[in-house]
């Protein structure tokens, strides 16, 4: 490691200067000569056979180039991007549609305005069927969506997910047994973990140009998973995966959204691949509601059984999961991911039971937490009611059933296994520093003068970091892209012949601060200056085979990777600068932009000269071979468990029931940390989404199936007025999976907020008998529950 150091430190962002200046590349910035463009014919209807398709008007229209139809791609196969499970999407709608918008005929003319007017020229038939929107009616299978096939595609259980390798005993007789003894507390709720629009900044867009000369095909597309598109696309078009170029450029943001290989990307390589010219798609807001995959989407009851001194005996839910019409990525691994966290930093007997249910309405998947923020949504406020019911505060209910510090790693009631953590520690550092008795005291003093506050506390454990190569058991993988990737990580380290650095990863960021973390990763162990690192990622052909950005593991596996291969060439570095200066090379040091000898800083040699050497085999030490580069695959043996803890500060308008979140603390634990401005940053956008959560959006669907919120005027999101300062502090607990000791934080701040703010109104409602309130908590729902209330 070099003796000037910056990691740890706050580095301002490399990525900033082309963003804020406006020349960031993102896919619609990229123009290829004689595009033409695309427009979708879609579905007035959420579940119809059609009976024909007619398009000779829409290819009459001057401009107009081609109408594709089921027909015309049905021999690319299904996109093989998709979980095996249920119905798989058809690249076109194949004689039904499932979910309004779902598309069934692609127009490519000379511009976008002319193909969406071309699509509105192509007539289609439909015979409308029943409608199933409803979780309870889907799970009940009074009407299936898909002809012949139950709704229920599968359900998780907590004690038996994996055959063969979890299968715990179950733990409902012993939780019934604690039910029915005199001395227990039995506490119920169902509650509904709405479901959710991801609206990133930039929507999805794709760029495609066939090359019929050299059979190869490059594809510009905003996307957390540029490998993984390529390998579907080698699959589908039947050309190796050298012959196809992915690029993911600047990428606007991806909350998981973008994590996944859509129908729309192989289509444009389609119709480039037919008509000789580059075409392009571009998603407005308002298709985004049917285009892309949603989030969240869970009915559930959660139940706690325990003694009136907090001891937990048994943790129960049940809950129905909305995975839309089709399965794609991600789509019923979802529930399984809130599964892994079910019992939470708990030593307490969880019994489980998620039911994958199909409707009418947009496939769901990974939005950022992917079933983590929902299980920690019904597990953090069942704990909170049944701290309630007892009369104890929700902050000693939690310690009393945590596990401890000396007990790692932990072995959870769903097969899991924990790497460290120490939950007590971090939930006294929040309540220190909130000052908690004396916030409580205010909260009273408050109620005595008629006003509403509510003090709100949440803790989580999340699992991230994905992760071992051996979840590809799970089918976690990309295999069925036609890519043998696990969940491994990679990264190159590059010294270029005149000293610089270029570092090449194989992530898939959206924002997240690759670029500056990694260079800090390699400042630190070669002590080039952090402007002389260039990090180069989102390109298939030229980074390292990468699964990608998502699930927080960016840092921890493939971060992992680049700082073993940073190690690797500085001792081929100090190798080659002591044969330059004639000293050992374990007395060399790395410092300031070159070597010297320990000791005696005059000795010393720049990264240019070393290079220089390098790239020059004849003047190497015997033995060793030129270039100064090296790459690195790294398999975790485990994933990694960041935690932290909460607090919101609330008060609720009595006459119209709106809520006011007056502050929010935040004590969060991610391991060792990189660079802390961007941990904040992060904490900041999650806490921001599970807010809004809490209090703003909700995707609406009526009763056929219908989208109602597809535009930002119905569908809010919280502005900056609506929110605080955040308050962040963190405690360490480094993890033992990986080198740096990191965890992990992209998703932690959405884990840990949505439940803090209800608890917090629940909280200053709660002597007015309010036990809970759905999210979100928009003014009317709350002013209801004050008023049925005081009933």
Known sequence: MSTTSVMGGIVRRKEDPALIQGKGMFVDDIKRSRELAVAFVRSPFAAATITSVDASAALELAGVHAVYTADDVRDLGLNPAQVAVGTLRPLLADGAVHHVGEAVAMVVADDRYVAQDAADLVYVEYEPGDVVIDLKEAFADTHQVHDGVSNTLLTWHGHAWWEGVVDLPDPSPGIQEAKERDDTVVVSLEMVNQRLLPTAIETRAVLADWNSGYGSVELWTSSQIPHAVAGAIGV?????????????????GGFGVKLNVYP??????????????????????????????????????????????????GYELDAICD?????????????????????????????????????????????????????????????????????????????????????????????????????????????????????????????????????????????????????????????????????????????????????????????????????QIVADG??????????????SLDSPMGTGTFGSRSIAV????????????????????GHLLEAASEDIQFQDGGAHVAGSPDRSVSWAQIAESAYQPHTLPEGVEGGLESSVVFSPPNATWPFGSHMALVEVDPTTGDVDLLEYWATDDCGNVINPMIVDGQLHGGIAQGVAQALFEEAIYDDAGNLLTTSLIDYPLPAAGNLPMFSLDRTVTPTDVNALGVKGIGEAGTIGSAQTIVNAVVDALSHLGVRHIDMPLRPQRVWQAIEDGRK
């Open 558 to 577: 493939d971060g992992t990777a680049t700082y073993e291969a940073t190690k690797r060439v500085r001792e081929k570095a100090a190798t080659i600068a």
């Open 236 to 252: 589908m078009f039947g050309i190796p995966s050298n012959k196809v170029r992915v690029v993911a450029p600047e990428v606007g």
């Open 526 to 539: 070669l002590g080039i200056a952090m402007e002389n690192i260039e990090v180069r990622h989102g390109d």
């Open 323 to 519: 995975m839309g019409a089709y399965t794609q990525n991600l789509t019923v691994a979802v529930p399984l991911l809130g599964l892994f966290v079910a019992p939470g930093q708990y030593d307490i007997p969880t019994s489980y039971a998620l039911h994958c249910v199909v409707t009418n309405t947009p496939t769901t998947d990974a939005y950022r937490g992917a079933g983590r923020p929902e299980a920690a949504y019904y597990l953090d406020r069942i704990i909170d009611t049944y701290a309630r019911e007892i009369g104890m505060d929700p902050a000693d209910v939690r310690k009393v059933n945590y596990w401890k510090p000396d007990q790692f790693p932990v072995n959870t009631a769903v097969g899991m296994t924990m790497d460290t953590g120490d939950y007590e520690m971090n939930l006294d550092a929040l309540l220190d520093r909130v000052g908690y008795e004396d916030l409580k005291a205010r909260r009273d003093a408050a109620r005595a003068e008629g006003r509403l506050l509510g003090i709100g506390l949440s803790t989580y454990v999340e699992v991230c970091g994905f992760g071992p190569s051996a979840l590809a058991g799970l089918g976690f993988s990309w295999a069925g892209y036609g890519l043998p990737a696990a969940f491994n990580g990679s990264g190159v380290v590059r010294v270029q012949a005149d000293g610089t650095c270029t570092v090449t990863i194989g992530t898939g960021p959206s924002g997240q601060g690759h670029e500056t973390t990694w260079a």
């Open 264 to 313: 729309d990307e192989a289509l444009v390589c389609f119709a480039s691949r037919e008509l000789g010219r580059p075409v392009r798609w571009t998603e407005t807001r308002r298709e985004a509601g049917f285009s892309s995959t949603q989030g969240r989407g869970w009915i559930g009851t959660a139940t706690i059984t325990g003694t009136r001194d907090g001891k937990i005996l």
